[in-house]
């Protein structure tokens, strides 16, 4: 790390969020570390998301609203402005778990120079708040690319110099950008990573990768492309044999 404080930049992208939204920037103000830059790049909501960000601009050091090319590209927008050294990204219906995630990610990095990334555990809950899903990256490995499987998403953390070096998030997957994008670091550029046995982020379930069954005959096809785009073999068996895996979540 370049100092013992480091910057570390969360960046939240929404559309019409204006019911969750509040929820996810109390999570990131209430941090016990205290030099975090919260990025808001918001996609032309008409449903008064605008207003409520305006309205704790305190909370927030760069607001950008305009329309885009949809999520991905909004994450790419933001991870663009970041000056952080450390980047995270929390979407507008998840919460950071407890007050000292941020703090918990820094001293990670602090114990070891070489880190470029950490990754911890997510815990899915439905609209009252009560959890219904744990998903933990302990037992996690870069092999579980070929059976479609990546750590959870919103508990990644990394240098902001792996996106200037591996680029961003790909415009041309509709829903697992993201896995392409951890597959290019932590497979291909095999990028230093260490896992934390921490609670990092709660998540509303009725993401966009488990909306429905075409949703997730997308998301497989997608993960099919990925793995070919980085050279690593894998078929559709291997792919869908993750729910199996997937199954101790839920216990």
Known sequence: MKNDFPLVSI???????????????????????????????DGGSKDGTVELIRQKSAWVD?????????????????????????????????????????????????GDVQLKAVIGDTEFEDERGRPKRYCSAKDWRTSDFRRGMMPPHPSFYCLKSCYNLYGGFRLDFEIAADFELLLRFLKVALIRFQYLPVLMVRMRLGGKSTKNWRS????????????????????????????????KEFF
Do not use: P, W
């Open 11 to 41: 960046v939240t992208v929404c559309y019409n969020s204006v019911t969750t939204i509040e929820r996810t920037m109390d999570s990131v103000h209430q941090q016990s570390y205290s030099n975090i830059e919260y990025i808001v790049i």
């Open 62 to 110: 760069v607001f950008v609203s305009e329309k885009d090319q949809g999520m991905y590209d909004a994450l790419n927008k933001g991870i663009a402005l970041a000056k952080g050294e450390i980047i995270g990204l929390l979407h507008a219906d998840d919460v950071l778990a407890s007050i000292n995630v941020v703090e918990t990610i820094v001293n990670a990095f602090r």
């Open 216 to 247: 997730n005959y997308i998301i497989n096809q997608e993960i099919q492309r990925a793995c070919e785009l980085n050279g690593l073999k894998t078929n559709y068996f291997l792919i869908y044999s993750k729910y199996f895996r997937k199954l």
